[in-house]
T-cell receptor, first 112, second 118 residues
Framework: DQQVKQNSPSLSVQEGRISILNCDYT??????FLWYKKYPAEGPTFLIS?????DKNEDGRFTVFLNKSAKHLSLHIVPSQPGDSAVYFC???????????FGSGTQLTVLP | DAGITQSPRHKVTETGTPVTLRCHQT?????MYWYRQDPGHGLRLIHY???????DKGEVSDGYSVSRSKTEDFLLTLESATSSQTSVYFC?????????????????FGAGSRLTVL
């Protein structure tokens, strides 16, 4: 039973437009949410996080929104650049848990 | 990769043979993790360690064992490899459960080890 779900395996957007990646979760005990980016043949790298007490966190071109009532979060990338083409993983942690639970990932392709 | 080295980076082996993957860190971080990445499943936790000789199972631990005799090394062993264990394996480290700045549990990953079991 996947507690963190990314229902879109892939997404294509034009350079300069907004990319919106979505993530749903089922465990109401999750208190932190993270996004990781992964290029081929490399390990995932941390991108941005948000605490469950917030509904938005921004870092440059990247903004994460959290809707607790809907158990939904999204990552917005504005403007999208070809270098943003990668697999994006959503992850979550609950309380004192020592590990992260990851979604299945979304392949973002930014077209020049 | 922030002081994390995985070895070997690529390995092809046959069903039934033992395989050991090594993760070495130079960050002196307390927590170390082994994940596997498979299409459609994302990253799934195999085992993790919260200190020397302290380990615990993740969601897909069957068929795997781990050992951590030193802070810097975390070994993942497949006692008898099967084709279903063909995957890309990632080691990750974390200084603490809560990151000092963000409060989140930020993991830093190695570059991965691609294992093919024929």
């Amino acid at each position: 039973d996947q507690q963190v779900k990314q229902n879109s395996p892939s997404l294509s957007v034009q350079e300069g437009r907004i990319s919106i990646l979505n993530c749903d979760y089922t465990n109401s005990m999750f208190d932190y949410f993270l996004w990781y980016k992964k290029y081929p043949a490399e390990g995932p790298t941390f991108l941005i996080s948000i605490s469950s007490i917030k509904d938005k966190n921004e870092d440059g071109r990247f903004t994460v929104f959290l809707n607790k009532s809907a158990k939904h979060l999204s990552l917005h990338i504005v403007p999208s650049q070809p270098g943003d083409s990668a697999v994006y993983f959503c992850a979550a942690r609950s309380g004192s848990a020592r590990q992260l639970t990851f979604g299945s990932g979304t392949q973002l392709t930014v077209l020049p | 990769d922030a002081g994390i080295t995985q070895s070997p980076r690529h390995k092809v082996t046959e069903t039934g043979t033992p395989v050991t993957l090594r993760c070495h860190q130079t960050e002196n971080h307390r927590y170390m993790y082994w994940y596997r990445q498979d299409p459609g499943h994302g990253l799934r936790l195999i085992h993790y360690s919260y200190g020397v000789k302290d380990t615990d199972k993740g969601e897909v631990s069957d068929g795997y064992s781990v050992s951590r005799s030193k802070t810097e090394d975390f070994l993942l062993t497949l006692e008898s490899a099967t084709s279903s264990q063909t995957s890309v394996y990632f080691c990750a480290i974390s200084e603490s459960v809560r990151d000092r700045v963000s409060g989140a549990n930020v993991l830093t990953f190695g570059a991965g080890s691609r294992l093919t079991v024929l």
